[in-house]
């Protein structure tokens, strides 16, 4: 049984910053794709950023520049700096792991919430 298991959100004033941790079990991550999506409140899940096996990442624009995913393998764990946090920040973030190039694991979410 694969598992993925986010934490690390919570209430943070606009300009702070947040690092969201994803813990995967049940599944190697090493040499597949993890990735990072959000949902605002009453909006679709959109993408926001991703990281290859490779280490290669790649970022929506909405957070170019503010946010940095990363990757420990030897704790199978993927990682979001979030950073100079805007209000349209908020929402429910997820993180999926990879199989075969696509994103097929997925976590429950944790929730990020900015404030003025």
């Known amino acids: 049984q694969v598992n993925v298991v986010e934490s690390g959100g919570g209430s943070v004033q606009a300009g702070g910053s947040l690092r969201l941790s994803c813990v995967v079990s049940?599944?190697?991550?090493?040499?597949?794709?993890m990735g990072w999506f959000r949902q605002p409140l009453g909006k679709e899940r959109e993408w926001s950023a991703t990281i290859t096996g490779g280490g290669s990442t790649g970022y929506a624009d909405s957070v170019t520049g503010r946010f940095t995913i990363s990757r420990d393998n030897a704790k199978n764990t993927v990682y979001l700096q979030m950073n100079i946090l805007k209000l349209e920040d908020t929402g429910v973030y997820y993180c999926?792991?990879?199989?075969?190039?696509?994103?097929?694991?997925w976590g429950q979410g944790t929730q990020v919430t900015v404030s003025p």
């Open positions: 999926a792991a990879c199989r075969l190039g696509q994103f097929t694991f």
């Open positions: 049940g599944y190697n991550i090493t040499y597949n794709c």
